[in-house]
């Protein structure tokens, strides 16, 4: 099944590739990383033999006990939820991009652990573009704030933004969200050539982000299934 999911999906990622009505700085190719939280641990061993290149778990002590179970396997890990400073150690020893470094408090404990870890951290700026309350991110007045100041953090490198839209009955209702993304892309690709990365769309919504310049989609129920909250990591 899951082979089945993973041939539809991509097959609707090339097809709202081919809908983009003007060429993006993003490129034509679309990262897929395989939301696998809340699923077992050899979900993410099936998803890598199956080709998938970039696995997303939400929480650090469910990522280290799945990678206590399955090992690093042949694709990467990216944490794509809230990460809690007491967290950043075990975050910059589990995963290869952090997508969802929301404030400047937290990019200073994950640069002061990568430099004891010898490592270079990637992140992507999270941006709560439509200001929910709920949701975590930089709001837009703090992430312009963070911009200049980005070549103090030795250790990190920063390669893009990730952009969670609203929950929409209708995605056309939140284009603007994914369009007022590739805005900030753009201008941040303006300030430092190294940017590359625009993590925009989920199982709901990812053609629309696509559409308007998504170059890495984040997706789960879509390939996985409903997830399992009974699961304890
Ligand atoms: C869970 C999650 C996803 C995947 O959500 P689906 O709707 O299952 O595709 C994507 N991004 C983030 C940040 C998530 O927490």
Not at 80 to 109: C, R
Not at 149 to 165: C, P, S, T
Not at 196 to 205: A, E, I, K, N, P
Not at 214 to 229: C, H, K, P, S
Request: with cysteine; glycine share 6%; proline share 2%.
């Amino acid at each position: 099944m899951l082979q089945e999911n993973l041939i539809n999906v991509q097959a609707k990622i090339d097809a709202a590739l081919l809908r983009r009505t003007e060429e993006k700085i993003t490129g034509n190719k679309v990262t897929l990383v395989a939301v696998t939280k809340n699923h077992p641990a050899e979900v993410i061993t099936d998803a890598f033999n199956l080709g998938v290149s970039v696995i997303g778990e939400n929480r650090v002590q469910e990522a280290k006990a799945k990678r206590e179970i399955v090992g690093k396997g042949s694709g990467r890990w990216h944490l794509i939820g809230h990460l809690q400073t007491n967290k950043a150690k075990q975050a910059v020893a589990i995963f290869d991009m952090i997508e969802s470094a929301d404030s400047v408090h937290l990019m200073q404990a994950v640069d002061k652990e990568a430099a004891k870890a010898g490592k270079v951290q990637e992140i992507l700026l999270q941006v709560n573009i439509a200001r929910e309350e709920q949701k975590t991110g930089f709001s837009p007045e703090d992430y312009e704030a963070v911009v200049p100041e980005l070549d103090n953090f030795k250790n990190l490198h920063v390669r893009g933004l990730m952009v969670i839209a609203p929950a929409a009955e209708n995605s056309e209702d939140i284009r603007w969200v994914f369009a007022e993304g590739y805005k900030l892309y753009c201008k941040l690709k303006q300030q430092r050539s190294d940017i590359d990365t625009l993590s925009m769309g989920m199982t709901h919504d990812y053609e629309t982000a696509i559409e308007e310049g998504a170059n890495m989609v984040r997706i789960g129920t879509a390939l996985f299934g409903q997830r399992d909250y009974s699961l304890k990591f």
